[in-house]
């Protein structure tokens, strides 16, 4: 393998042609954000794409994540029943609604919340469950949503990584009360900085945009605290264009994520997780796990040795949540083994649309080399 590191994802883009062209009209109308026509023009094609009733976008992820659920308004210390198994932004969007999370233990199949564990976690004071379709791999949303109508929860979906995707045909966006989708840069479809909100409700439509813009509903009335999430209109330009190709983006990472699955589950020590056959992937992520059996540190060993060839794996999502410094010792005593053990072994492997085969193949080499090691 040459000395050029590998990095770990690459952000698709348009031609530099095309977006210069179609970024063009902005110099005349001088309309840059504030629900401008290129806004509106990418909820539209978002809402056909997506196949769900309603799109907000929002400026990024995060901030749609947190406004749906101020857009709930649970009470103060309510408490939303979540998995430690995600990026720090699923967290973060409930502490900051001054509700407390309650960490709800995964599957080791698919890293995904175990429906198993959820109703034992419910209290008097449980308003919502805030699941994650991680590395695309969709939560039991049948069972997911059983146990919230019998206890008259709220559901609202981290989707960042399930853009585009189906179960049994149905786009998933459409489980739950609402569904959050990040555009940021390293997803698989993206608007450089952006996010989504996806439901059925109308009147939470709304909601969302009264609160992207600073609850402000007239120009001397302001009806909520809000915030400022809305999305500009080059970054909805971009994600007009990423739209175009969003199809052949997926089909190249298929073609990828077959090849390494094909030359890495063989390999003694490394497992796969678990695909569902009802689904739709996006392959918005390689991810693997290198057990450790016998041998201790064992996904730490492979990081340093694919490191050391130039291959940028990450341990993503290591440590979990629960257990990072800005909460203390807060949430160490969640019951949680499973993730505990999912998070000690997981790495993801480099994955975009023009990764080539050829280094597929030498990535996969290296990891036999390293597990062997
Ligand atoms: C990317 C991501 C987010 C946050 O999205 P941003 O657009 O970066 O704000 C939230 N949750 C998960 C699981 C993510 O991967």
Redesign the pocket.
């Known amino acids: 393998m040459d000395e050029k590191k590998i990095p770990i994802t690459r952000s698709s883009m348009p031609s530099y042609e095309e977006y210069i062209d179609a970024i063009k009209p902005l110099w005349d109308s001088r309309w840059l954000t504030n629900m401008g026509i290129y806004h509106r023009k990418l909820e539209k094609q978002l809402k056909e794409y997506l196949k769900v009733p309603e799109v907000s976008l929002m400026v990024?992820?995060?901030?749609a994540?947190e406004l749906t659920i101020q857009a709930m308004e649970f009470p103060p210390g309510s408490e939303v029943i979540t998995t430690p198994f995600?990026?720090i932004?699923?967290t973060h969007a409930i502490i900051r609604n001054n509700l407390t999370p309650v960490f709800c233990d995964v599957k080791e199949s698919d890293g995904t919340m175990d429906e198993n564990k959820i109703e034992k976690l419910i209290t008097e004071k449980t308003v919502a469950i805030v699941p994650?379709h991680?590395y695309g791999y969709i939560c039991n949303v049948e069972a997911i949503d059983k146990i919230a109508k019998k206890y008259g929860l709220k559901v609202i979906y981290?989707a960042?990584?399930a853009f585009g995707e189906t179960y049994k045909g149905i786009g998933v966006g459409n489980f739950g009360d609402a569904s959050v989708f990040?555009?940021?840069a390293t997803?698989v479809f993206h608007t450089i900085?952006?996010?989504a909100v996806v439901f059925s409700d109308h009147n939470l439509y709304e909601k969302l945009y009264n609160l992207k813009n600073f609850g402000i509903r007239g120009e001397e009335l302001v009806t909520d605290v809000g915030a400022n999430a809305k999305m500009n209109e080059f970054a909805a330009i971009m994600g007009l264009c990423n739209l175009k190709y969003i199809e052949k983006e997926i089909i190249q990472r298929e073609k990828r994520v077959k090849y390494y699955q094909q030359l890495i589950e063989n390999i003694d020590g490394v497992r796969l997780f678990a695909t569902n056959p009802g689904v739709k992937y996006n392959y918005a992520y390689f991810p693997i796990r290198i057990c450790e059996r016998e041998r201790a540190y064992a996904r730490e060993r492979v990081y340093d040795y694919m490191r050391k060839f130039g291959v940028m794996v990450r341990k993503y999502f290591f440590p979990l949540v629960t257990d990072q410094v800005c909460f203390g010792d807060k949430y160490k005593h969640s019951d949680i083994a499973v993730a505990r053990k999912v998070s000690k072994e997981v790495l993801i492997l480099p994955l975009y649309s023009e990764l080539d085969l050829e280094t597929i193949k030498d990535i996969s080499e290296l990891i036999m080399q390293a597990v062997q090691s």
């Not at 990024?60 to 901030?63: A, S």
């Open positions: 990024n992820g995060h901030m994540l995600t990026f932004s699923t994650v991680v981290d960042a990584h990040s555009f940021h997803k900085e952006g996010g």
